[in-house]
C-alpha cells in the first residue's frame, strides 16, 4: 500500500472527502444537485481548451467551471425557459462541446474515459498542491458563511428581510462549488462529479440532528468510500472513480433503508 | 357609522403609555374615490418604522399596487386587509425590501430591528434542524433571549425538538418565536393564522395584541379575511392594488351581524372591520367610480 501514486491517490481522495461533505450538504438542502452537474460537465469544455491551448488543465477547468457558474446565476433570472430545462440543456451542450473538442485536439484515440470517470491514480504531486490548496480556501470560505448560507436554505425571504446579504452569499457559494468541482473533476471526471458531492451528504441525513453532524458524518462517509473504493480498485483492478462512488451508494443504501423501516420519511 | 368617520378617528387608541404620532392617522381619510389618485407628494412620515410613498409596481404587464402609501408608527398594530390578489404579501415585500418597486419610495427607520413572519413557512426536512438552533439561525442570541421568546408563545418545551417533526401550530408558534427575538421594533406578519383552526386564531391574535403591550413594537398584520381583524388592531388599511380605505377598527360587539356570522364566543377576542365601500369592483378587481349606496360586503 505504500506506492506513492497510490498514497497520492489517497491523499487526493481524502482532502476532496473533506471539503466535499460541508458542500455538499448546501448542494443538498439548495437543491443544486443538477446545477453541480451541468457545472461539473461544462468541465469537459475546459479540458478541451486547455488541451488545445497547451495549459494546465486544472487552471482552464477552473476558468470554465467559474464562467459557467457566473453565466447560469445571471440566466436564472430569465423565466422563458426553466432553470431546470436549462441545466439539462448546457450540460449536455458542454459534454457534446467537450467530446468534438477534445477529439479535434488530440484526435479520436484520447482517452476520454480519464476525463469522464476520472484517473485517481495519475494524480500528481501538483494535481496534489491544487486540491489542497483549492480545498483550504474553499472550507475556508464554507466555515465562514455557515451561518448566513445555512439561514437562507432554510428560508431566503426571511433571511433577507433579517439583513442577511443574500445574494453575495449566493453568489460566492455558487463560485465556491465551481472551484470544488474543477478540483474533483481530476479524480472522479465530469460525470461523477455531483456523485461525490451529494451521496455522501444523503447517506449522512437519516443520521443527523444538526446540521454540523451532518457535515460531519458526510465527510467521513465521503473519506470511508475513497478508502473502500481503492482498496476494491487495486484488488480487483477497477477504476477508481466509479468504485468510490459505487461504494457510496452502497453506504446510502444501508443509511437509507433502516430510516424507511422505522417508518423515518 | 363608517370606520374613519370623525367619530372613529376621535377614538384614537393609545398604548402602552405613549400617544400615537398624529402624522400616522393624519391620513385616516376613506377616500371619497378609489382610483389611485395622483401622487399628493407627502413626504415620508418621519417618525414612522416603514414609510412608503407612491409604490407602484407591475409585474408581468399585470398592474399589482397602485400609488401606495403606507406608515406604520412605533408600537401601532396596523392590519392590512383586502381580497386575494389584492397585492398584500407585494407590498410586505416591498416594504421589507425583498422587492423593488417600479415607482416610489420606502423608507425604513435606520436601525430597526424587524420580526418577520412569512405567509407560507414550508419545513425542509433535508435539513436537520432543532427548534433552538432554528430560533438562533443566522445570528448570534443570547440563551436567555431564545428561552424567552419561546415561552412567550407557549412553545418552549419544543426547543428539542427538529423542525420537521411539529405540527402546523406549534411550527407557527415556533416561527413567531424567532420573530419575537433580537428586541424587533417591529413584528411584519404575513397571515400568520393560515393553517390554524379558528380557535387556534383567535388565540394567536391575543397573544400578539399581548405581547405588543409588554414590548411596546409596532405590529403590520396581514388578513386575507375582510372581516377578521384582531380586537387589538389600531388602525386598519384595506388594499385592493391600491389602498381603498384606512381607520380605525369597530368593536364586534357593534355589529350583530358579523357577531352572527363568527359566533358570539370568536367575536368577543376579534373585533371585525366594517368595510363599507363606497365604490364597487368590476370582475378584474378593478374599480367603477359611480359611487353606489354604501353597503357593506361579505
Known sequence: MAEPFLMRALLAGLGLAVVAAPLGCFVVWRRMAYYGEAVAQAGLIGIAVGLALSVNLTASVLAVTLTVSLLLVALSRQQLVPFDALLGLLAHAALAIGVIAASLARGPQLDLMAFLFGDIFAVSASDLRWIYLGGTLALGVLIYLWRPLLALCVHEDLAAAEGAPVERVKLVFVLVLALVVAMAIKIVGVLLTIAFLIMPAAAARPLSETPEQMALFAAIFGSLSVALGLFLSVSFDTPGGPSIVLVLAFLFLAAIVPAVVRGQR | MAAGSPQGLLARPTLAGHALPAEAYGRDQHHPHCEPEPSPAVAPAADALFSARSVWLTRAGRAILQNVDIDIAEGEILTLIG???????????????????????????????????PQRFAVDRAIPLTVARFIELGRRVEDEDAGRALADVGADKLADRQLSELSGGELQRVVLARALVGSPGVLVLDEPARGIDFTGEAELYALIGRLRSERGFGVLLVSHDLHVVMAQSDRVICLNRHVCCSGVPR???????????????????????????????????????????????T
Do not use: C, I, M, W
Open chain 2, 251 to 297: 368593536s364586534v360587539a357593534q355589529h350583530p351581524e358579523y357577531a352572527r356570522l363568527f359566533g358570539a364566543q370568536a367575536a368577543r377576542a376579534l373585533a371585525l372591520y366594517q368595510h363599507h365601500h363606497d365604490h364597487r369592483h368590476d370582475l378584474a378587481g378593478e374599480p367603477q367610480t359611480p359611487a353606489g349606496p354604501a353597503s357593506d360586503q
Open chain 2, 83 to 117: 381580497p386575494n390578489g389584492a397585492g398584500k404579501t407585494t407590498l410586505v415585500r416591498v416594504l421589507l425590501g425583498l422587492e423593488k418597486p417600479d415607482r416610489g419610495t420606502v423608507a425604513r427607520r435606520p436601525g430597526l430591528v424587524v420580526g418577520y413572519v
